[in-house]
């Protein structure tokens, strides 16, 4: 072996450790990260669980503070990769007993591959100017995800979330993103009332009493959609924000839709409008 190998392979050796006993620290703290929303919140980290996750977070970010792996996921051809790759580029990796693993990991039958990354901060800014989507008290982490993931997909970069709103970089909400969170810039614990009131561009509600169809509106233009909590919908002092209130006709005898499928209808109509402007 060369000098330069041999520091490449030690350098390998470096980045990659075993932990066997749950009383190890780092052990701890990842223990916490996966059970504790407020010690996610409080280290301003998360975890992202499965290879398309780790593997959109490669590609969009770079590499992680910690890939953990655990024994059994080495044999995975796929999380055998992404370790190689994730030991190549300095980041700490850990491999971990299936059974401490399990302790981490909230899905049930997963290869054996999760991330330790830091929560984005981005600087809100000073005004609403582009497309954006206002999420106020929104509670479901499927919900949320999905909306994330149809934002991304439609082109919709921000995302403004008020305190009551699931927390967007809860492992469950990145789940349902998948790697959308990555592509978004994500304002979290907004007033969105006063930031709304400050608006350059149109705020749009659905709801079900409005007399504006959704394809009657002009959407070749930035706007702004507002959606609320699942049963109640957006509250009332952001609702009294909106420019327009829009209707998404349906058939039949369902009063609405999920507010995921309502976004996702609304993005894409939106970005139809667009490509025909």
């Known amino acids: 072996m060369n000098a330069h190998a041999a520091d490449m392979s030690a350098n390998a050796s470096a980045n990659l450790k075993i932990i066997s006993s749950r009383d190890n620290p780092l052990y701890k703290e990842l223990k916490q990260l996966a059970g504790s929303s407020a010690a996610r919140r409080k280290a301003g980290r998360s975890l992202l ?3 398309h996750l780790a593997q959109s977070y490669l590609q969009a970010v770079g590499r ?6 655990s024994e059994s996921g080495r044999g995975n051809p796929e999380v055998a990769a992404i370790l190689a790759q994730c030991v190549a580029a300095g ?4 491999v971990l007993p299936d059974a401490l693993y399990a302790g981490l990991s909230q899905v049930e039958h997963g290869v054996g591959l999760l991330f330790a990354i830091s929560v984005p901060q981005p600087v809100l800014p000073q005004m609403l100017m582009q497309s954006a989507v206002l999420l106020d008290n929104l509670q479901d982490p499927g ?15 921000q995302i403004f979330c008020s305190a009551g709103t699931a927390s967007a970089w809860s492992p469950k909400v990145l789940r349902a993103g998948m790697g959308a969170h990555f592509l978004l810039e994500i304002f979290e614990n907004v007033d969105l009332p006063a930031y709304a009131r400050q608006a350059k561009v149109p705020l749009l509600a659905t709801s079900s009493y409005a007399q504006t169809s959704l394809f009657e509106a002009d959407l070749r233009q930035p706007v702004a959609w507002l959606f609320g909590h699942e049963g109640q919908g957006v509250a009332q002092d952001l609702l009294d ?11 039949g ?3 609405s839709l999920n507010v995921a499928a309502a976004a996702a ?3 894409f109509e939106q970005l139809r409008q667009s490509q025909l402007a």
Do not use: K, W, Y
């Open 49 to 51: 669980d499965g290879v």
């Open 64 to 69: 992680p503070q910690l890939c953990i792996v």
């Open 91 to 94: 980041a700490m990796c850990i």
């Open 143 to 157: 919900n949320l995800g999905s909306i994330l993931r149809s934002a991304a997909a439609a082109g919709i970069r």
């Open 241 to 251: 924000c909106a420019t327009t209130q829009i209707v998404i006709p349906h058939l």
């Open 253 to 255: 005898a369902m009063e």
């Open 265 to 267: 209808v609304c993005f």
